[in-house]
């Protein structure tokens, strides 16, 4: 016991906390064989530095075309303050690589650098437009702003372009008139400028870091693809993954951008002119808001989590027992196997970084901490629970030491057989392709099996210690003061059974010596009926098992500012715009300049032909405005925009290859089609692309000996081959783990129909289980509806027939035993009695810590009924995740059927059939 209680201190003092290990996301850990994968490192090395993973996009919305002043003049100030943030960051970036501080290769610093300072300069120059349009627009009312490090923003933004023009001229003979005039601006709003401000590598820059770029309806060349009547948008690209943890700081710091923005109004606005403002809707979406907004709910889905885990769990165990030392130890025992098992797990996980050549590879994920958690609890409490209920038996008849020995050797077999059913089935998530499964399934294993040791050591010593007063003020009831109740009728049901039935035995409480009766007497009916009653909604589950989505908008509640945003922008310019198919296409050897136009052109063309896609975007045509059979003379202004268009920022850095190696190999074009990106249309567009793209270079190939490569990225191919990915895994693992639990049961019941028979019964519960839960959400949603959540099939699988067999083991083995000494009809029934009230005590503890998965669903708004505050991260209101509310759902369900159900109808009632067969065939 002091092992263990000492080993629980240095875990939780010299650990590693799970959120420092943890990873997320999902594209990420795909394998390296699949074409998005390949493709997205193919960009890394081709566009070192400068290519975009996610992006935030704000959104500016109104439900009519006329723009008040107060709406542009919100517009104009968001997007001044973010300028400048690009202006700084990558000036920031520039001193870095000239430092050496970001350490690129030696012949890419001075284009980096320049690069990158050159990105500052037109930023601060479009920032100073800007600010020019806003006060024009603002006039005479400018409010005093309180001096801070970032303002007076416009005396700031002055002083960092004479600064930057001055770092990037240092020679005396260059015009010094621009900077002249900056510093002598900036020095009028503010006199103090050059001692108080801080030099842009010293100011508190890392949440934007990750900032590449920002484009927006104000940009004189591209803007007007970023505006229509009724809506307008900026994008800011970034460096980072969507699932980045950094993209939360980020996301907070601009929506503090925009709140400051919206506070600012007040100061210079009269309340008549706010008013008509108040319809403009400005949200935050794209793939890094979606990404962090996910984030936030799984840690606010984890919090709740465990706080209703430990809740449930002691307000079962309080109605179970009514004894406060009886409640006391199995919350002991959980809370030192949960804080050993999780630091163990953290450990493992930071060793395996360097341990990695030695086959430790283990990595945990930020929502993998709920299934440890919850699986931790509910199997921990049960194996509690059986220890406990067997003690309580056998002090009725025995010493207290001797009670503690016999209770823990015989239940020890059930213990152990139960869990490794669990372990075991879980394990067998190491064989999946996909990251987050195959690291997932043995990281529980491995808590569970802690869980399970300190179960067998620490509790029992807890036990032991607290002597017969665990169970006051109940205390124990002696055997012979027991009301005995006959298990059998007066009519023999076997031959053989009778002399040994009608004894009268100590059976447990009336309730399950009823049902144990009634549920035996006619087994071929109670079978039957049983199966019958489970068959119908197992049927829709079966059908439904792959009605899955994998929109990752979709993972968020309706009401998140991130997923209102993309409803928005879907709304108004189609959210496909902002998601297109990347196709990438490399050539084996360096091509000249004229044959990569061809290429390129006639790859625009074969697109442009193509069923379902919008507009195709390239080096020639970098937005798409310019379909092949759009006219277009020399000298018009249609041919004037396209060249300027093919010299802007955005088409140098999105499609030329920063590295020399790839600029004259690779070809870079946008495809957007008419589908949500998300949809199974979209991937059935990609496949017809794919098909095409390749018929067309197979037949150039003949012609001009080059080999091209083809590679896919973007949300849509990552989607295709997540979902290939993940359907292969089910398949596979699912067989794994009917096959390795199946062994279990055989090793440890030695009955082979009667373990074939029990994997059926949880096939069965999980179809069931997975039918209702699709009906059940498909109802609650209406409309909206999209389908599960990808990842609940296989986890629900998994979790499902492995956990769910530990009842299972619990009964049969009790059977066995129970058959050494009685008929085989008497022992079933009395197995049944006995266990019937702790079985399903322990389905309540685990059904309730899966349920408590569904907390963050509905608990905010349960408490906000009661006047509770809503809460938020940052300037964020937290929401839910919907895929771990379906999960949790489905896991509570499906333990209840198995506890309620298959263990207590379908398992006894076979049982006797299959007694009964055996004893005629003999």
Known sequence: MIVWLLLAIMAKLFAPSWNAVALDGDFEYLPATQTSVAGGRILDRAFTGTRARSSLVIVLAKDSDQWTAADRLLGLDILRRVYHRLAEVSWRRAERLQSGDLNPADAAVPIATQRWFDVASEALDQALEIDQQFYDLLGDRVPEAEVTDYEPRLAIAFWDRSQLATRLSPDAQTDTSLIVSD???????????????KPVTERDLDAWKVLLDLYSWQDTVIGGQLKRPRAQIAVLTLSSELAATGNIELLEELQAIIDRCRDYQTEYLRVDELGPSQDLKVRITGSAAIGGQTLLAARSAITYTEWFTVAMILIILAV???????????????GVAVVTAMALVTMLTRASVFLEWAGLDLRVYTTSRIFVVVILFGAGTDYCLFLIARLREEAASHPWPVACTRALSNVSGALLGSAMTTIVGLGMLWFADFGKFHHTGPIIAICLSVGLLVCMTLTPALLRLLGPIVFWPTGITRESEQPKIQLLSTRDLYEGDSTKGKSLLNSGSRFWNFMAIALTRYPKWTLAAGWILLILPAIGGAVHEQSVTYNLAGQLDRLSSSRQGMSLLDRHFGVGELAPISVLALADRDQDEETMAKTRDRLAKLLYKTEGVRRVRTMSDPLGDFPPDRDMGLLSSDAWRRRTLQNHRLARLHFIAGEPEYTNRLLRLDVIVHVDPFSRDAADRLDVISSRIQKSFDNAKALTGTQWQ?????????????????????????LAVIVAVLAVLILVLRRTVLSIYLIMTVLLSYYATLGLTYYFFRFLDGPEFLGLDWKLPLFLFVILVAVGQDYNVYLVTRIMEER????????????????????TACGFVMAATFLSMTSSAWWP?????????????GTLQQTTLRGITELGFALGLGVLIDTLYVRTVLVPSFVVLHDRWRKNAT
Do not use: H, N, W
């Open 183 to 197: 510093l002598e601006a900036a020095v009028v709003l503010r006199p103090d400028i050059a001692t108080e401000t």
């Open 710 to 734: 083809l590679l896919y990225t973007g949300t849509t191919p990552s989607i295709v081959d997540l979902r290939e990915v993940t359907l292969s895994d089910t398949r596979r693992i699912k």
């Open 320 to 334: 179970i027992y009514r004894a406060p030392l009886l409640v006391a130890v199995p919350l002991i025992s959980i």
């Open 820 to 839: 050494r000494r009685l008929g085989s009809l008497a022992a079933v029934r009395r197995a049944v009695a006995r266990t019937g009230g702790i079985v």
């Open 861 to 873: 708004m349960l408490s906000g009924l009661f006047g509770a505050p809503v809460e938020t991260t």
